[in-house]
């Protein structure tokens, strides 16, 4: 039986990977965080399968533990701070985490090096943030680098060091440059499930209002449970390399809001919606669109679920999670 060890196993990807890997015969090692993490009972609840093991991408003491734990064939390192606007407010964590704490993840690889006919495989959590201010549209595995927050600026990081470890070192190390993928099991705190949330509550009658920064700026959003099949698809690859994972559309937050609230039958957001500047980012990422062809033509991969069909799925979902919500405080 193969085994995985995924770190970020209380995010969205993390718990998306962890059922991808279970259906793939995987046993699962999820690290975390914290001696007392207030997210990882409800995930054990509803994935009994994942075996935790405590770690911090702050303390490489502890990941070596946790890759000796674990004895993994493969390791994910989707753990980080996360949240762009965060970032610019916890610079230095952010750094330390999303960024060092590829480096240490990395070390902690070497160190216990699994067996050298079965060296472990490394998978880093890229991200279309690096891109910034981009230079070229669409953006591929070979557009330079213009970060626009503390957490791209991170990530650069860690991706460039899981690059110089595959060549310094001949570990079996890529990365996959990831656009933006969203779903039910998103963070409230990004836009698309701020959306998604905000609408099913304002249909319920549990809200009136919903406030966002900039309407404007475009991303390339697609369904995490695609995702992570790219993720696992890279780590089978022959050789290790990074690949960019887009949908190749991309839309503003204007169309998202057209698509949620049409979805509970409102057809002008404009009476619900407002906007205040405290949402708007000392910088912004104007456009994303990525181009997977790489992804396609040497893994196979394709994304499945189309941009209405996401949209309709997070919306469906949280009507029927706040309804069940506001039934249980009747
Ligand atoms: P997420 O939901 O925000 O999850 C982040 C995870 O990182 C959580 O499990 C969190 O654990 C963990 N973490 C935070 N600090 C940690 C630390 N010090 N040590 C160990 N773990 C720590 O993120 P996601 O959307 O699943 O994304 C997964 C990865 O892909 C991230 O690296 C993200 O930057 C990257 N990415 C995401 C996207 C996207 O659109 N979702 C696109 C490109 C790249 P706690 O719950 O314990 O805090
Ligand atoms: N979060 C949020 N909240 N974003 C808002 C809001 C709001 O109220 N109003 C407008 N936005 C805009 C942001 O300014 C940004 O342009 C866009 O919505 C998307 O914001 P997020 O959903 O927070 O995602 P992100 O694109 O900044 O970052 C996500 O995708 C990256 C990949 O490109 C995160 O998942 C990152 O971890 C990931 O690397």
């Known amino acids: 039986m193969p085994r995985a060890l995924v770190t970020g196993i209380t995010g969205q990807d993390g718990q998306h990977l962890a059922e991808l890997l279970h259906g793939e015969g995987y046993e699962v090692f999820g690290m975390v965080k914290g001696q007392n993490n207030p997210r990882i009972a409800g ?16 303390d490489l003491s502890s990941l070596v533990k946790a890759v000796e734990v674990a004895a993994p064939d493969e390791v994910y390192n989707l753990g980080a701070v ?9 610079a ?29 495989r490394f998978y880093q959590a890229s991200t279309s943030e690096m891109f910034g201010e981009v230079r070229e549209v669409p953006q591929t595995e070979l557009t330079p680098y213009h970060p626009r927050s503390p957490y791209g600026c991170a990530k650069v990081f860690g991706h460039y060091i899981t690059m110089n470890y595959r060549e310094s070192y001949d570990m079996f190390a890529c990365s996959g440059i990831l656009f933006n993928h969203e779903g039910p099991r998103r963070g409230l705190e990004f836009v698309t499930r701020k959306i998604t949330n905000a609408v099913a509550r304002i249909k ?34 022959d050789t290790p390399e990074d690949f960019v994972i887009a949908t190749g559309e991309t839309h503003t937050i204007r169309e998202f809001l057209d698509l949620a609230f049409a979805e509970v039958g409102i057809d002008d957001w404009s009476p619900f919606v407002r906007q205040d500047p405290k949402f708007l980012r000392p910088a912004e990422v104007d456009l994303l669109i990525g181009d997977a062809s790489k992804a396609k033509e040497k893994l ?31």
């Not at 999303?98 to 902690?108: E, I, N, P, Q, W």
């Not at 309804?323 to 009747?330: E, G, I, N, P, T």
Request: aromatic content about 10%; overall charge negative; glycine content about 8%.
């Open 82 to 90: 996360s949240f762009v606007a965060y970032s610019f407010s916890h």
């Open 204 to 237: 319920l009658g549990l809200q009136d209002e919903l406030v966002l920064g900039n309407l404007d700026a475009k991303r390339d959003w697609g369904y995490a449970g695609d995702y992570v099949r790219a993720m696992w698809l890279m780590l089978q690859h």
């Open 92 to 120: 230095e964590l952010t750094a330390d985490i999303s960024g060092l704490g590829v480096l240490r993840m990395l070390d902690a690889v070497r160190m216990v090096g699994g067996a050298t006919n079965n060296p472990i």
């Open 300 to 330: 196979g991969w394709v994304p499945e679920v189309s941009f209405p069909d996401l949209v309709s799925m997070m919306v469906t979902h949280d009507l029927e999670h706040e309804a069940a919500k506001a039934h249980l405080h009747d």
């Open 43 to 58: 995930v054990l609840e509803e994935f009994p399968f994942i075996e935790p093991v405590s770690g911090d991408l702050a």
